[in-house]
């Protein structure tokens, strides 16, 4: 990973954006809150509208929160896990069911394969399920409609690789090495029309790469990319 130090060139002409995303968010709640309060009349399928944009924006600033605190910590060196005994295929399908909306929304196809048994493994649930929906989050948000979206699941000699990949945007050639950089996005035009704060691959970088795995990354501009996080699988009866 780039040194800390060296990334901070990257970081200025980034942080008035962040700056201004927390704000966007409240005024938004407040916004369609105080509609809701003050207006009488609204019909039940609007109030219902209103409730789920609030939501929406509750989550995704929560989400952001969540990331910034995670990179200080990163940044810090203060990350840490609290790895435990994780039921990995209820932990696979409890990401999947969070990104399908997502994927639903915008008619995209997703496909998931698992093994037929997968290995036990020592996991820090909540942040490993944050790093592989910020990866299929990802490849929804960078898909056009009716894409196709694939994460599947290899087990290969001592490791485990957790694979997503898609038919999106892609990434060019220069800009493909700068993507686990702290605030960085890309500058096609149709990424900067997605939200988004260039954090989350920071953090799902660091997270990996505290389990002891590598997360790497291959793209072809216009025809896609693939993820790939891969841990080892720990020896039977090791702790």
Known sequence: MMPWTAMAANSPSKIPTLKTK????????????????????????????????????????????????????IEAGAMTLDCRETDLDRLLHDVVDSVRPQMD????????????????????????????VNLLGNAA?????????????????????????????????EELPRVFERFFRSGDPRVRKVDGNGLGLTFTQEVIHLLGGRLTVESELNRGTKFVASLPIPEPGAR
């Open 22 to 73: 927390a704000p966007q968010r409240m005024a938004n709640i407040k916004a369609y809150a105080e509609t809701l309060a003050i207006h009488e009349g609204i019909d039940v399928e609007r109030q219902k509208e209103f409730c789920n944009i609030i939501n929406g924006e509750a989550t995704r600033l929560a989400r952001f929160v969540d990331e910034m605190l995670s990179v200080s910590q």
């Open 105 to 132: 929304q915008k008619r995209i196809t997703l496909e998931v394969k698992l093994p037929p048994k997968l290995p036990a493994l020592s996991l820090d649930k909540d942040k490993f399920t944050s790093a592989l």
């Open 141 to 173: 948000k960078y898909t056009p409609d009716g894409g196709r979206v694939a994460f599947e699941i290899q087990l290969r000699g001592q490791n485990i690789d957790f694979c997503v990949s898609d038919t999106g945007f892609g990434i060019s050639a």
